[in-house]
């Protein structure tokens, strides 16, 4: 190829203009999971684990394990965490690198079909096209540009080992499928270049098209000599042309490897495909004709995106393309029309033979057959269906079965394909698991636990002196956890779940999953006993011993020490959850315990940023508004500042009883919004009437307005409520003393005021009013004017505290104490 070098050149600096932004690009999406999260990239992983675990680092055998075998890819990530940790531009400085080779390459195999000037300009368009732009950026889509590197080498490799009617030439065979395993373990889609070695053997190689098919076919010299081959097979002397013969044993050595990886591929991942949900995938769950016509609706749809790359989108999941669900929507007609424009196209480049035409067979075969894995064109329902046709022995087919249509929810039917499995093969642990989780998925929690017991009964007896960890497999050991989970249901039974537990975890001392949930467990008896507190902490620790990087593990065992209080854990903690932070930097709930440490060391100013943070990943977190609140007030006398917290704490919980304590305080002490502090405190009574500090609050609210007529009875209310409390019985003394002084007062103007009307009047007819009624008669009506409010050793002197001080006394030793130890725990300590 002229000037291949040159272009080469200027395809490595237009990729390098166009992506050097992302090298400023940190972790994001799916990054997280496989970057960060991945324990096959750390050290202190064997290296072989990669080769038997999925692109996040979930052991393929396992059903939740997401089944994308990249292992390769997997290496090129751990060399970045061997050099630069968790830097993540170097990681995207690779993605770069990567993806100017694939530029090159793809040059070099349009120059098969093209001359050297459009061979480069394709080559450019692939370098700047947009739909590339998720592959680069995106850390994860390494393994596309890694897959594409040795897809397009094992191309080129095998058009050095054919042309027309030539010899086999097996080093460039062999190395194409060297290649195309490579490509395979770097993305499952690698596979597919087998299909499209085959594609350029028959029609760019041997340069088949549909008049040559016609003219061997039909005219005379072509006809006798496929009658002499015809004749031969029959005689039992095959007499193949030598052309023809090379070209089958190509195709067939092909065909044989794709089969044998193939093959390999469904070995390791334990003959399941993955499992993706309704929200991945919904057209798969919708019912026939829709799933069909939203299937068929996507090719034209990938196609407009390869021509018009204007609506890309980094998640197509969901709703985003609704499923069609009538013949007669208009989208279906855009699902013909690309049919019909494929069909065109194929028929017309199969009428001849010539290099143009080459080039389009080989355009199309390249965006056709790495599609094919992606375009839903056969359900696994399908597929085992189909399989069982014609087997009816393979209880794991029956099984297959029974899996695809458990994630329909169509759990009967499902049902009835795993118990068939137990009936082919009785002995099959993993049917019988099936059997019990579907009847608990159906709420028939007897047949469950009957069907779990059946698995128990079929595990191997232990033989002395013999290991028992090499005679089970682990995911069958999940009848225990099924099981124990099953039986916990009922507080009564919590112990026996635990001795299941703990025999699953004698049987293998790493299933780490064991010890999780024996610590789940313990902490579900902790109202029963508060010693297993402890014990449940230990099973975390050992979980923690087996699989150091556990997220659920290090998160339960940080919050179990801050919340025991111990200053010798806290540094322990920290360390915990700051590695949790770096793996999950989006984990508001280590922020949030981070926080909770720092308050513990009386740290506030760190516990406020990690308390911001927590609330910046998620606004409506109620511990984390509510405990920054009371440390702005109690800790770092901003009661101002705290206002807004607790109004957002408010709007997402406005039933929270502790924040409206706090909101009511604010209100009267430090914003003078009395109305809304009366709101506060209401709320809190119409919710709890008998919450004595709600109410004698409120009390103290309508001593601030003045009307002590109402903060009296609040009070005598109150009192009836708490009468042991000596600080309601002395603010109800002070009340009604100057209830008492107030209406002295008012019968002194009242008196003053009727005497200056009485001067007014004429002495005669006051003298006449004095004689109708005598002295002592006129003091004794005066007298039982005055009313009298019972007192309780009250004095004039004493006076009505401060209600900024009453109220904090009584919201925050009811908070600080009881909300910042009980409450997180509660909201935050996950289950595994």
């Known amino acids: 190829m002229e000037n291949f070098p040159l272009y080469s050149a200027i395809l490595v600096a237009v990729v390098a203009v166009c992506y050097y932004n992302s090298l400023e690009c940190g972790f994001c999406f799916d990054d997280m999971s496989a970057i960060i999260e991945n324990k096959d990239l750390r050290p202190r992983t064997p290296l072989m684990n990669l080769f038997w675990n999925d692109f996040w680092g979930t ?41 100017g080779v694939v530029c090159i390459i793809f040059m070099k195999v349009c120059s098969l079909f093209l001359f050297s000037l459009p061979s480069f300009l394709s080559a450019l368009l692939f370098a700047v096209h947009p739909i590339h732009t998720e592959a680069v950026t995106g850390i994860v889509g390494r393994a596309e540009a890694l897959s594409s590197i040795f897809f397009l080498a094992a191309l080129l490799s095998f058009s050095r080992c054919t042309t027309y009617r ?105 003959a399941q495909l993955p499992v993706f949900t309704a929200f991945d995938n919904p057209a798969s769950f919708a019912p026939t004709p829709s799933r069909q016509m939203t299937y068929n609706y996507l090719l034209p749809i990938n196609f407009m995106l390869l021509l018009f790359p204007s609506d890309l989108c980094c998640d197509w999941t969901m ?35 010539d290099k143009r035409n080459r080039a389009i067979i080989m355009s199309l075969t390249l965006m056709i057959l790495p599609f094919i894995p992606a375009s839903n064109l056969k359900s696994e329902y399908d597929i085992f269906r189909a399989a069982l046709k014609v087997n009816t022995r393979n209880a794991k087919l029956f099984n297959n079965v029974g899996h695809a249509l458990e994630k329909q929810n169509r759990f009967e039917e499902a049902l009835e394909y795993f118990q068939k499995a137990t009936s082919v093969q009785p002995d ?114 050992k979980a923690l011993h087996y699989d150091p990087d556990h997220t ?18 806290r540094q322990e903690a920290s360390r915990r959850l700051r590695s949790l932070t770096k793996k999950s930097p989006d984990d508001s709930k ?68 502790k924040g409206l304590m706090l909101m009511g305080d604010l209100n009267v002490n430090h914003l003078k919004r009395l109305h809304e502090a009366e709101k506060n405190f209401k709320a809190i009574i119409e919710m709890e009437p008998e919450h004595v500090q709600a109410n004698h609050n409120l009390c103290v609210v309508y001593v601030e307005q003045g009307d002590l007529i109402r903060a009296e009875k609040c009070l005598t209310r109150t009192h009836q409520l708490a009468p042991n409390e000596g600080y309601i019985i002395n603010h109800l003394n002070i009340v009604r003393t100057k209830l008492n002084q107030a209406i002295e007062v008012r019968q002194k103007q009242q008196k003053m ?62 908070t600080q104490k009881d909300e ?9 300590l996950t289950k595994p």
């Open 753 to 814: 005021a009727q005497q200056k009307a009485n001067q007014n009047q004429g002495a005669a007819g006051h003298q006449q009013q004095q004689q109708q009624q005598p002295p002592q008669q006129q003091q004794q009506q005066n007298k039982q004017q005055r009313p009298k409010i019972p007192q309780q050793q009250a004095t004039e002197e004493q006076k009505l505290p401060n209600s900024s001080q009453k109220q904090k006394e009584k919201v925050n030793d009811q």
């Open 166 to 270: 030539s010899k086999i030439e097996w080093f460039p065979l062999i190395m194409t499928v060297v290649l195309v395993t490579i490509a395979m373990l770097c993305k499952e889609q690698g596979i597919t270049v087998i299909g499209v070695c085959c594609v350029y053997e028959v029609f760019i190689s041997q340069r088949v098209s549909f008049k040559v098919l016609f003219s061997i076919c039909f005219t005379l010299a072509s006809f006798s000599e496929l009658l002499q081959i015809l004749g031969s097979f029959i005689k039992g002397k095959p007499n193949i042309p030598s052309w023809l013969k090379n070209s089958v044993i190509r195709c067939g050595f092909l065909v044989g490897t794709t089969l044998f990886l193939l093959f390999a591929r469904i070995k390791v991942m334990g």
């Open 552 to 569: 659920q593990s290090l998160y339960n065992t940080a919050v179990m020490m801050q919340e025991d209080g111990d200053p010798k854990d």
């Open 319 to 353: 709703g985003t393309i609704p499923v069609i669900q009538s013949i007669f929507d208009y989208r279906n007609f855009f699902t013909a029309a690309f049919y019909l424009f494929l069909f065109k196209i194929i028929t017309f480049m199969l009428q001849c033979q």
């Open 428 to 541: 099959d642990i993993g049917a019988h698991m099936n059997v019990g989780r579907t009847y608990n998925n159906l709420n028939q929690s007897q047949s469950a636990e009957l069907a779990y017991r059946k698995a128990l009964n079929l595990f191997p007896p232990v033989i002395p002196g013999k290991k028992y960890t090499a005679r089970i497999a682990p995911n069958h050991l999940n009848v225990y956890l099924n099981l124990a989970s099953l039986v916990s249901k009922d507080e009564s039974r919590l112990m026996e779940a635990d001795n299941l537990l703990k025999t699953a975890v004698s049987m293998r001392p790493d299933y780490v999953q064991g010890y999780i949930n024996r610590g789940d467990i313990m902490l579900g008896v902790v109202n029963l006993d508060i010693g297993n507190r402890r014990e449940a902490r230990f099973y975390f620790e």
């Open 59 to 99: 052991p393929m055998h396992l059903e939740k394990s997401h089944k994308s075998y990249r292992p390769l890819c997997v290496l090129t990530f751990r060399l970045n965490y061997m050099f630069s940790e968790l830097e993540p531009m170097s990681y995207h400085l690779v993605n770069v690198i990567l993806h």
């Open 590 to 657: 280590a922020y949030f315990t981070l926080a909770m440490l720092a308050m513990d060391e009386q740290d506030y100013s760190l516990a406020e940023e990690f308390f911001l943070k927590a609330i910046k990943l998620d606004p409506a977190f109620r511990s984390a508004l509510f405990n920054l609140a009371l440390m702005l007030v109690n800790n770092l006398n901003r009661p101002l500042d705290a206002a807004p917290y607790l109004e957002t704490l408010l709007q997402h919980y406005p039933d929270h009883t």
């Open 820 to 828: 910042k130890r009980k409450l997180k725990q509660k909201d935050n």
